[in-house]
């Protein structure tokens, strides 16, 4: 199926080749996003109902705040297999903070701690990525592989594997906040995006950003700082993965140490691609991460409430990344 | 001729003196393990031993000769389950079928990595990352979700169960030969000498006409059907295809052949050294379950997974110095 899709889109190319590559391009996540909206008005029962639209807010924050920090490390030519072990981390030392003795004594300044300490333990893995990356010169896909691998255990191993449950209002809000009627965390996604945004676009950390990964040789030989603008990359998209751990066990009112974040990696991969990021570095689309994000959400949802299984969605998802990087892969040419 | 070049000990030494500290570190381990625990050198521990981790060793050989071109296969655990799957289905019909139809199913996933990472130039981690989650998926799909008994029947469990000659498994059998093959095919082929070239430089092996694209294809059809053979040891084994098995493995690989000193930018590498690797990792494991035995000390799954990072931290590292030392010197 898909091997047609393809040649049909080279045939396409050969005659236009301008036309239908840059608008496929540009515009292909919109266009993508459209069709699948078109697509569950039309055949997926309830979907046009606000219950369906908090359902996919509260997903998609997720996916979107760890994509954003996904596109930063790609934008650097890296990549982070981590966040979803970084997730895990976040998730689990929380309740462990707000229920440990101290938290219960002084509820105020453990709620705050179990906010603070997280997200710096995620800020500190991040800070291990960057320097085994651009001090030990490890390649970004081995040396974020070594926190895949232990940070989860990491985190099962603080909780004993255990699921940790707990009812706190102030903590859940993270999770089940509504402000003018829409998720909280939705809100958070959208205040993220604009900062990393203003970072990536009106900042001097933002013109190297782009400058490394568009010729890091380039960049070193014009004085830009590589190794403190990567390491900064990595940093922010740990903690941008904290507070989608912390978000998860919110929503949850439960951490549980070997779900949370699974596969996360994927779909930040995923959405930062299909947003416009290419693997070479150079460009930082961080709006383009949220459509990625909406466009991975729906995707998911349409599969789920037309009663396709989870394992074909799967599949379904291998698809969409290999495509997408396809697509991007053809700018070189 | 190959073979007596095989047991020139001089030649071995000088092209694997650069993984010296693998076998030093492996011997070292083992004399170890036979001085502190008494049923270490018994043959129940050896064979268990090996005949656990030959499915490990064999995926390692894939990975070993896809890492040599400078690529990266995450989709070997994936597919692995998928495979197993395959097998115990196959299993009614015989090992004759059973064996070869999971490395091919496993192959195919190879064939599929190739495609994505040569005609659509997409990078081997997307490309393989991708295959990870449709071999996932598809093993979930085929077997329901469920772990899928093998025919007790057949002669299928043989494999995984039964001695050649009443001494060695027969894993352990068709892990050395593959072993043997692959060595021979990378030591004393224009093959193995394009697969090294590639990972030296693409572009300089292209622009010297070598058969880039074909060697390719074979490192990824390889490392597709060692990961398929895995599974076909998983389902005979332990008497059943598991859908949700090989997760962790291509880490395990990725790290039995970065321990065994193959450089992961590609052109340097030995399927031996692999080998000994592969054996290091599982022995560190195999020590400390002898620990946890004795009880003094408690390590739970989880410390496990830390160790495992913790370990491959460490051979980062030392690699790093490795290559960085080299380079000056060079």
């Known amino acids: 199926m898909s091997d047609g899709s393809l040649s049909g889109g080279k045939a396409v190319s050969r005659t236009t080749p301008a036309l239908s590559l840059s608008t496929l391009r540009t515009h292909g996540g919109l266009i993508a996003l459209l069709l699948i909206l078109v697509f569950n008005a039309l055949f997926t029962p309830n979907f046009l109902q606000v219950q369906t639209l908090f359902v996919n807010i509260s997903q998609v924050a997720t996916i979107a705040i760890v994509a954003i920090g996904m596109t930063l490390v790609i934008a650097t030519a890296g990549i982070d297999l981590s966040v979803g072990a970084v997730m895990a981390l976040a998730g689990a030392l929380a309740p462990l903070i707000f229920q440990s003795e101290f938290g219960t004594v002084y509820p105020a300044l453990g709620i705050a701690a179990a906010f603070i300490l997280p997200l710096i333990a995620a800020g500190l893995c991040g800070l291990f990525n960057g320097v085994m990356i651009s001090y030990l010169n490890v390649q970004p896909i081995i040396a974020t592989l070594i926190l895949f691998i232990s940070g989860r255990g990491i985190a099962q191993v603080l909780t004993n594997g255990n699921l940790q449950t707990f009812s706190n209002p102030y903590f859940s809000y993270l999770g089940t906040g509504k402000i003018l009627g829409l998720p909280f965390q939705g809100w958070l996604a959208l205040a993220l995006a604009v900062a990393v945004y203003w970072l990536v676009s009106r900042t001097i950390f933002g013109r190297y950003l782009l400058a490394v990964g568009g010729n890091e040789k380039a960049a070193r030989l014009s004085g830009a700082p590589v190794r403190m603008v990567k390491i900064g990359a990595y940093v922010l998209c740990a903690f941008l993965s904290g507070i989608a751990g912390l978000i998860v066990v919110a929503i949850n009112s439960a951490s549980d140490a070997a779900r949370n974040g699974n596969l996360m990696e994927l779909d930040a991969i995923a959405a930062a691609v299909v947003g416009g990021a290419l693997l070479q570095g150079g460009r930082a689309p961080i709006f383009g991460a949220i459509l990625g994000a909406i466009i991975i959400q729906l995707v998911k949802y349409t599969l789920l409430a037309n009663g396709v299984e989870d394992e074909v969605a799967l599949i379904a998802k291998a698809a969409i990344i290999v495509l997408a990087v396809y697509i991007q892969q053809a700018r070189k040419e | ?330």
């Open chain 2, 1 to 330: 001729m190959p073979g007596s070049e095989a047991f020139d000990l001089r030649r071995f030494l000088q092209s694997d003196g650069r993984n010296a500290g693998v076998w030093i570190a492996l011997v070292a381990l083992i004399l170890f393990g036979l001085a502190r625990y008494e049923n270490f050198g018994g043959a129940y521990n050896i064979v268990s031993f090996l005949n656990y981790n030959s499915m490990f060793i064999v995926i390692s050989i894939g990975m070993c000769f896809v890492i040599m071109t400078g690529g990266i296969d995450l989709s070997v655990g994936s597919v692995a389950a998928f495979t197993s799957v395959v097998a115990a289905y196959l299993s009614p019909y015989g090992i004759e079928v059973a064996l070869p139809g999971g490395v091919l199913a496993g192959a195919a996933f190879g064939a599929i990595n190739a495609f994505c990472i040569i005609a659509m130039r997409i990078p081997p981690f997307i490309a393989t990352l991708a295959t990870m989650l449709a071999a996932k998926g598809g093993a979930l799909v085929i077997s329901g979700a469920q772990t899928i008994s093998v025919d007790w029947g057949s002669n299928f469990t043989k494999l995984g169960m039964e001695k050649a000659f009443n001494v060695v498994p027969w894993t352990i059998v068709i892990v050395a030969l593959v072993a043997i093959v692959l060595w021979a095919v990378l030591e004393h082929t224009s093959l193995g000498r394009t697969v090294l070239a590639i990972g030296g430089s693409e572009d300089a092996s292209n622009l010297m006409g070598l058969k880039v694209n074909r060697a390719k294809v074979f490192v990824y059809l390889i490392s597709g059907g060692c990961a398929g053979l895995a599974g076909v040891f998983l389902a005979s084994g332990y008497g059943a295809g598991q859908p949700l098995e090989g997760i962790g493995w291509e880490l395990s690989a990725i790290a039995a052949v970065v321990v065994g000193g193959t450089l992961l930018t590609g052109g340097l590498g030995s399927v031996t050294a692999t080998v000994a690797g592969a054996l290091l990792l599982g022995l560190v494991f195999n020590i400390l379950n002898f620990e946890n035995g004795r009880g003094t000390i408690s390590l739970s799954a989880y410390w496990q997974m830390v160790i495992r990072g913790g370990f491959l931290f460490v051979v980062i590292l030392l690699q790093t110095r490795m290559t960085a030392s080299r380079q000056k010197a060079g």
